[in-house]
């Protein structure tokens, strides 16, 4: 993969981000509308980064500053699935620790109990599950907080 340019999203992108969280795994399984994706891409309290490669969208992260007990929180994650398998996850979970890393000491993340392969990356990258949240958000499925000291 060529280099990778991670920004500050502007509005246009944010609508971008909306549509391909909402039409992603896990927001798919958990009945998560692209109306509330929206909300979130535009709430100014989240910070949304656009990945680009070649001048072409290829995934995004949106981030919570303030997060769980004022630690920040990747609130979302989600690559094109055209772009998946290419480092951009890896390159956007290093950019939100880059972002934090002098500002905390900690950074979370939740992953759904059905989403194996994000827990992998996330495991991958030095995740630890510290809490699980049952029937969370849907029946039958629970929420994996997932911690990594920066």
């Not at 979970?93 to 890393?101: K, M, P, Y």
């Amino acid at each position: 993969m060529k280099d990778i340019d991670i920004h500050l999203a502007a509005d246009f992108e944010k609508d971008l981000a909306a549509h391909l969280l909402a039409s992603s795994e896990p927001w798919i399984t958990l009945s998560i509308t692209e109306e509330q994706c929206r909300n979130n891409c535009h709430d100014s309290e989240y910070q949304l980064y656009m990945a680009n490669t070649n001048g072409k969208p290829t995934g995004i992260i949106l981030l919570d500053p303030r997060g769980i007990a004022g630690s920040p929180y990747i609130k979302a994650i989600a690559v094109y699935s055209e772009f998946r398998g290419q480092v951009i996850g890896t390159k956007l979970l290093s950019f939100a620790e880059d972002h934090f890393r002098t500002k905390s000491r900690h950074i979370f993340i939740c992953v759904s109990s059905f989403n194996h392969r994000a827990r992998k990356l996330y495991e991958k990258f030095g995740f630890r599950a510290v809490g699980e949240l049952k029937d969370y958000i849907i029946e039958g499925a629970s929420e994996i907080l997932m911690h990594k000291v920066l």
